[in-house]
């Protein structure tokens, strides 16, 4: 089972770019204030086109993003291709992008930046989690709630709920520790068929991807530049 992952820094506004988006994705597109924030929105659609084009083998223009969220319906959840399971994800300068051959599949970065680790711990961690977090040098505390939360933001994202799966059913192996997910109250996801893999973006983020299957993912991370270049 292959798993590819495809690494992108947020593109600047191109009208070759704007004219991959379909009507929906232009209403969300013109409705974020920040520039960075079209920039990242954009570049996730224009990779998610460009790279699962190449795997169907039609033009980009045509590839169809369902992005119906699964609580409401509104256009806000998990990117849908028929054919094809990805996921994304952006944070800081990166947007990255997973895609399996139809297994479900959910990646997630994270730039280690300041926030209220302990408190958004409290939230999203296990009792179990907490336990280990309180241990944790308070020197590398930031980095490994980012770690913790990147890990789990993938799996959540991979049973196609997304945040609607409490993160505090799930309880991880430590930062330190290759990612697993060692106990899960969640009816979503099944321990046995879970397989992780931290992702090398370089000093500053956490990222990780997940898979859900029986067999490990082989996986592969790539340069999506050249191919965002060719689409703008």
Same mark, same amino acid.
């Given at each position: 089972?292959?798993?590819?992952?495809?690494?992108?820094?947020?593109?600047?506004?191109?009208?070759?770019?704007?004219?991959?988006?379909?009507?929906?994705?232009?209403?969300?597109?013109?409705?974020?204030?920040?520039?960075?924030?079209?920039?990242?929105?954009?570049?996730?659609?224009?990779?998610?086109?460009?790279?699962?084009?190449?795997?169907?083998?039609?033009?980009?223009?045509?590839?169809?993003?369902?992005?119906?969220?699964?609580?409401?319906?509104?256009?806000?959840?998990?990117?849908?291709?028929?054919?094809?399971?990805?996921?994304?994800?952006?944070?800081?300068?990166?947007?990255?992008?997973?895609?399996?051959?139809?297994?479900?599949?959910? =990646? $997630? /970065?994270?730039? %280690?930046?300041? !926030?209220?680790? #302990?408190?958004?711990? &409290?939230?999203?961690?296990?009792? +179990?989690?907490?336990?280990?977090?309180?241990?944790?040098?308070?020197?590398?505390?930031?980095?490994?709630?980012?770690?913790?939360?990147?890990?789990?933001?993938?799996?959540?994202?991979?049973?196609?709920?997304?945040?609607?799966?409490?993160?505090?059913?799930?309880?991880?192996?430590?930062?330190?520790?290759?990612?697993?997910?060692?106990?899960?109250?969640?009816?979503? =996801? $099944? /321990?046995?068929? %879970?397989?992780? !893999?931290?992702? #090398?973006?370089?000093? &500053?983020?956490?990222?990780?991807? +997940?898979?859900?299957?029986?067999?490990?993912?082989?996986?592969?991370?790539?340069?999506?530049?050249?191919?965002?270049?060719?689409?703008?």
């Amino acid at each position: 089972m292959r798993c590819d992952v495809w690494w992108a820094r947020p593109a600047a506004v191109t009208p070759g770019l704007l004219n991959l988006l379909d009507d929906v994705e232009q209403t969300r597109f013109d409705g974020y204030r920040r520039e960075i924030d079209k920039q990242r929105f954009l570049t996730g659609r224009a990779l998610i086109r460009g790279v699962a084009a190449a795997e169907l083998g039609v033009a980009a223009k045509d590839v169809v993003i369902d992005a119906s969220c699964f609580d409401c319906g509104k256009p806000h959840g998990k990117p849908k291709v028929a054919g094809l399971e990805v996921s994304i994800s952006h944070s800081g300068d990166w947007v990255a992008l997973a895609l399996t051959d139809a297994t479900p599949v959910g =990646v $997630d /970065v994270e730039e %280690v930046r300041d !926030a209220e680790v #302990d408190g958004l711990a &409290g939230i999203a961690f296990s009792p +179990a989690e907490l336990t280990a977090f309180e241990k944790v040098p308070p020197a590398r505390k930031k980095a490994a709630f980012f770690t913790y939360w990147a890990r789990k933001e993938a799996v959540v994202k991979a049973t196609g709920k997304g945040m609607s799966v409490a993160m505090s059913k799930l309880t991880l192996s430590a930062y330190d520790e290759p990612p697993r997910v060692v106990a899960s109250n969640a009816p979503e =996801v $099944d /321990v046995a068929a %879970v397989h992780m !893999a931290d992702l #090398d973006v370089g000093d &500053g983020y956490r990222a990780c991807v +997940a898979v859900f299957g029986t067999d490990e993912p082989k996986v592969t991370e790539r340069d999506a530049a050249a191919l965002i270049g060719a689409l703008g």
